[in-house]
């Protein structure tokens, strides 16, 4: 299958080891992945602030940029909710029935990683290894919006050598949220320190989540308290082997 990589602008900025994970993974099962230089910021910053207008810019250009996609494939939740979810409210905000109807005809081609392989493709075990005690954190958007289950926990639990710890209050928001975090600041610390007592309670290794928006604020809740436990996105866990490690 020939699958277009939406790597998001947060990944790309500040995360692009995911990127390549998530290339390398996709390689390893059989597919090509192409990854289209035009592509932008999906608008969901935008779009949540009120900026309208703005997002719409970038709504238009990321229709543009993928039309003609088999599948789209992201490893992130939260920009993937943006384009199913929010792209056809935007479309009717604006009135336009033409960029409706191209939304509508592109968004069931994209995917978030793990129901991309679990739910489209059918496959759990990916052939990774990685020796370590791991925690999930379950994001919101994936949860809530996206709808993915299990789906993440299905592919942890055939990754050889791992050791998969539950982490509990697992539906639990870690308080990032975007812009929330930096508009509601105590409120979003509280439910940080909430989730990484959570996180700390399971003695892992490693924290895994299929956004790293959220593993960056837990990240650096449990860098400030020298917990000892990093934050590792699950492309990168799903990438590793024997002979090569990402995470």
Known sequence: MKIDLFITCLNDAMFPRTGEATARLLERLGHEVRFNERQTCCGQMHFNSGYQHDALRLVRHFVDTF??????????GSCVGMV???????????HDDALLAEVQALTPRVFELSE????????????AYYPHRVTYHQTCHAMRVLRVGDAPLRLLQRVRGLNLVALPAVDQCCGFGGTFSVKNPETSTAMLADKVQHVMSTNAEACTAG?????????GGLSRLQSGT???HLAEILASTEHEVFA
């Open 84 to 94: 199913r979810d929010l792209y056809p409210r935007a479309a009717e905000w604006a």
């Open 230 to 232: 990093r934050t590792v």
């Open 67 to 76: 039309r003609d996609a088999d599948v789209v494939v992201a490893p992130s």
């Open 211 to 219: 956004d790293n928006s959220c593993l960056m604020h837990i990240g």
């Open 116 to 127: 991309f392989l679990v739910h489209h493709q059918g496959l759990e075990d990916v052939g």
